[in-house]
């Protein structure tokens, strides 16, 4: 047993090391899945690789029980341990130690809310601490918190409830206080040194763990002092920065942790007119106020805008706000509350509509603009301000410019352009002088890694587009290169983007830029020829390469390091990663590639070793270790190992030729021990494309909006999912032109039954569904989430979660009638389900909940209305204060069940449910909820 170095709160544990077990069961033990199964079903939600390879940390969680964590070691071959809900795992810097915390147990939490005990009365998290050597276990109790370095992991804080030390302090006491406050302490992972430090409402490390800075309070004559100080971890010597001030923000330490800098404020947390002054210290070796707020001429120094200092330390960077306007009727005190006029005015000169402003509220009030201290100059610069537009530029280089982006002259017609221009300007880092280069830009310009380049995708032109800053020289980055850098299978009425960019190289030598399958190394430049990186391997062979990032403290792509790829086959879906050669001449190296889904490829920082995970429809996606080119791989999780009880399924990639004569992709699952002499019932779903989706694993869990795929096919069911073409003007046609052939090629194949199929999509889904069964009488039931039904009064209405006007949604994006209803009034009328509501005779069920904030939910209203109208059997589920899709458990929990319910009635002749035939009236609400089924 060894000890710690620290005093309050310790106690050790041994870890006993266990295989996991694989209980193997018969098939004729297989059960189907049900609604009780989604709680405990798992995910890999964190995985971490330690420095040096040797330890891997996996966080699982389950849907509504605890996880757990566990603690691999990359030597050993089946043997692992694992502690119980363990969260926010890290490793040290030398590998040796893991950290995290231990949440209290579900079950308890919830027999305290039962119970309504107050919430500050619930158990805390505790801090484990494991010796990886050793493998000691050291666990602390009543933790709020913990935090590490960014960089270099020598040491941690963690934070102790102060009420849990002083549980007898007087309550009136606590309220005086302005700041939360706990105990703080502060250790190195080798228990060499430590530090313990009381009343502290605020801390934080240097990036680099060699200083942490921390706020202590002390209250003296029923006043609250506030003192800031500065820690050497290496050194443990102390220094008070400063004793005289009531608020601290924003600290800041510059990357070598040399300098620092806050925002101080003389006035109390409770004062609403607080003000901020800049302040700068060097070395420790005293304080100085660097930017006092009366002297900042242009408004107020925000508190709002993040202080960070530039990667080599001479540039501070900070935000100011406009000065706020007084208002005499806001503030006249002649008026009481109630005689007070509330209205809004929506002004047809507006940049943007009230909804969208009203929206932005907090963001405006909050809104801020850059300013550097120059350390060297010693002087002050403004860099951004309302009239160039946002500024964007690289915290961590030294580069000479920043850029602006202006849309202001354009956002009026935001609306129902969702393209509109920028001006883009140039700003001195030095001067802050703002030139403009380029007005109306149809793209997203930024700037690159070195600051040499503002770059952008133009989409007029369909290519990538650098500016040189220095020079002010325009260059076409991807002209005369033989590939396809726009989307291709972009089919709505706007400009299609593009296929997306891998970054630059360092100093920005080369831009690297992707085609439909291919990557391409440029030289903005212009002076050395545009090398193929994937070799042309990409578009000979239909697999996608995209570069992988496995260096995040790296904000270019390192050439002298090996570059990761990761492919996929385009037309089998077939998927892995690959080792491409930065000179292109050689067709990119295998690594790791087979029928599978893999994804989350991460590097341990001092060797090639590798974690990652893989999965497909019918396997979870598990965590595999890798070394050195792949040559070995492991599997080091078994998750989800209740799934060898449940019925499952299996998926496979179908074709089908569309009205128009194309070729479409889709996806049909197929239960355990489909037998293709038999008949099925089938459900189809579908949204827009989702057969890239192939190898994708599906969990069982309660419904959002949409069927649960595996809980259909392990019930019985066949469920296709169509890939949809749409043409510009005809969306509702493009589905029906789709979907219906598709299932037509499904009924050839004499294994589904024709008389019980059933058809369900959400938002977009929904709208497709209920314009289909306009059309056609296929489908024996429909369900429809949150459908537009009206397009004519869609258009003109709000998506309220945004604030923005729909008339965007009509005229350029997904709808597609590519125009206003003033100029294609017929496409608004024909592409609209509800003014063929007589010929619907399909049983419908709707979800659409009154506090959606993408479609309006009288549409699903009218939807309803039109169907009860004229007799066809219809539901309308409305969750109460509920969104676009379901936000809470319970409601998705409720609407998996009814969703089940009325497919099973229609489709597979099941007794229909209470809810179904007697419905719930008002009187009933919240008193029941009707699952019973009514026996034959």
């Keep these: 047993m060894t000890s710690f170095k620290t005093k309050p709160f310790y106690c050790l544990f041994f870890i006993t090391f266990f295989s996991i077990m694989h209980v193997g069961f018969g098939q004729d033990s297989k059960r189907p899945l049900e609604h009780r199964d989604y709680d405990v079903w798992e995910s890999i939600s964190r995985s971490i690789i330690s420095n040096d390879g040797k330890w891997v940390g996996v966080e699982i969680s389950l849907q509504e029980a605890d996880g757990r964590g566990r603690l691999i070691p990359s030597s050993s071959s089946s043997n692992t341990f694992e502690i119980p809900r363990l969260k926010q795992m890290e490793f040290s810097e030398d590998s040796r130690w893991a950290i995290g915390l231990l949440s209290p147990e579900k079950d308890s939490l919830r027999k305290m809310k039962l119970l309504r005990i107050e919430k500050d009365k619930f158990p805390k998290d505790t801090l484990l601490l494991v010796d990886l050597k050793k493998l000691e276990l050291r666990k602390i109790p009543h933790v709020e918190n913990y935090k590490t370095p960014s960089k270099n992991k020598t040491w941690y804080a963690y934070e102790v409830s102060h009420e849990m030390i002083e549980s007898e302090n007087n309550d009136a006491e606590k309220e005086k206080e302005d700041e939360k406050k706990f105990n703080l302490h502060i250790e190195s992972f080798d228990g060499s040194s430590s530090r313990y430090i009381e009343n502290v409402s605020a801390y934080g490390f240097a990036t680099n763990g060699t200083k942490l800075f921390y706020v202590q309070n002390f209250a003296e004559d029923e006043n609250m002092y506030l003192h800031l100080k500065l820690l050497n971890l290496k050194t443990e010597q102390e220094f008070t920065l400063s004793d005289s001030l009531k608020q601290y923000k924003n600290m800041v330490f510059s990357e070598d942790a040399a300098q620092f800098a806050f925002l101080g404020s003389r006035q109390a947390p409770s004062d609403k007119n607080a003000s901020f002054d800049v302040f700068y210290s060097e070395s420790d070796t005293g304080l100085k106020m660097v930017v006092p707020n009366t002297d900042w001429k242009k408004g107020d120094i925000s508190e709002h805008y993040p202080l960070k200092f530039s990667e080599d330390g001479k540039r501070l960077f900070f935000g100011w706000q406009k000065k706020t306007r007084e208002y005499t009727y806001e503030s006249d005190t002649t008026i009481l509350d109630e005689e007070r006029v509330s209205l809004d005015i929506w002004g047809w000169q507006d940049e943007e509509i009230q909804p969208m402003q009203l929206k932005k509220l907090e963001e405006k009030n909050k809104e801020s603009f850059a300013a550097v201290y120059l350390v060297d100059a010693g002087h002050v610069v403004s860099l951004a301000n309302a009239e160039i537009g946002n500024l964007h530029f690289n915290w961590d280089k030294t580069g000479d410019w920043a850029i602006a982006l202006d849309d202001s002259p354009y956002r009026r017609n935001y609306s129902w352009d969702i393209q509109i221009g920028k001006d883009l300007r140039r700003v001195s880092m030095e001067t802050g002088k703002a030139e403009l280069l380029e007005k109306e830009i149809i793209g997203n310009p930024r700037i690159s890694p070195s600051g040499k380049y503002a770059f952008w995708y133009s989409n007029p032109d369909s290519a990538w587009v650098a500016y040189g800053l220095e020079n002010r020289e325009k260059v076409f980055l991807t002209a005369g290169l033989e590939d396809v850098f726009y989307d291709d299978l972009h089919d709505s009425p706007s400009l299609p983007g593009s296929n997306g960019h891998g970054g630059w190289s360092a100093n920005d030598q080369y831009f690297l830029v992707y085609g439909k399958f291919d990557i391409w190394m440029v030289d903005p430049k212009g002076v050395e020829p545009p090398i193929n990186l994937s070799n042309g391997h990409g578009e000979e062979n239909q697999i996608q390469y995209r570069l992988l990032d496995l260096d995040p403290d790296k904000h ?381």
């Design 556 to 936: 270019y792509v390192d050439l002298g390091e090996d570059l990761f790829l990761s492919g996929m086959d385009m037309e089998t879906m077939d998927s892995g990663f690959f080792l491409a050669d930065p000179r292109g001449k050689n067709s990119p190296e295998k690594l790791i590639y087979g029928h599978a889904a893999h994804y989350g490829l991460k590097k341990a920082k001092d060797l090639n070793q590798f974690i990652y995970q893989k999965s497909t429809f019918q396997e979870s996606p598990d965590m595999y270790l890798a070394g050195e080119k792949f040559k070995k791989s492991k599997q080091l999780t078994h998750i989800n190992t209740q799934q060898k009880n449940i019925l499952w399924g299996d998926v496979e990639l179908v074709e089908y030729r569309v009205n128009d004569g194309n070729m479409m992709n889709g996806l049909l699952f197929k239960p355990e021990d489909f037998d293709p002499d038999k008949k099925y019932p089938m459900m189809v779903y579908f949204y827009e494309r989702s057969s890239t989706s192939l190898h994708r694993y599906r969990s069982p869990a309660p419904s959002a909006s949409v069927i649960n795929i595996p809980f259909f096919v392990s019930n019985g069911y066949l469920v296709f999912v169509p890939d949809i073409q749409y043409k510009i003007g005809l969306p509702g046609p493009s589905a029906y032109d789709c979907v219906v052939p598709g299932v037509q090629t499904m009924l050839a194949k004499g294994f589904v039954d024709p008389a019980n199929i059933g058809i369900q999509g959400q938002s977009w889904g929904g709208y497709q569904v209920a314009y289909i069964i306009t059309k056609t009488n296929m489908f024996k039931a429909a369900g429809a989430g949150a459908p537009v039904a009206n397009m004519t009064s869609a258009y003109g209405g709000i998506r309220w979660g945004t604030g923005m006007s729909r008339m965007f949604q009509y005229e350029q994006t997904q709808s597609r009638i590519g125009g206003t209803l003033w100029e294609k009034p017929m496409q608004y009328l024909e592409n609209s389900p509800i003014f063929y509501a007589d010929r619907i005779q399909t049983p419908t069920l709707i979800m659409h909940n009154d506090a959606d904030g993408a479609v309006p939910w009288y549409q699903g209203i009218e939807f309803f209305m039109g169907l009860k109208r004229n007799n066809v059997p219809s539901w309308l589920l409305v969750y109460n204060d509920e969104d676009h899709n379901l936000k809470e458990r319970k409601n998705k929990k409720d609407l998996s069940i009814r969703l089940s319910q009325f497919f099973d009635h229609y489709l597979k002749g099941s007794p229909a449910p209470l809810w179904m035939e007697e419905g719930i009236p008002a009187v009933e609400k919240g008193k029941t909820l009707k699952y019973e089924l009514i026996s034959e």
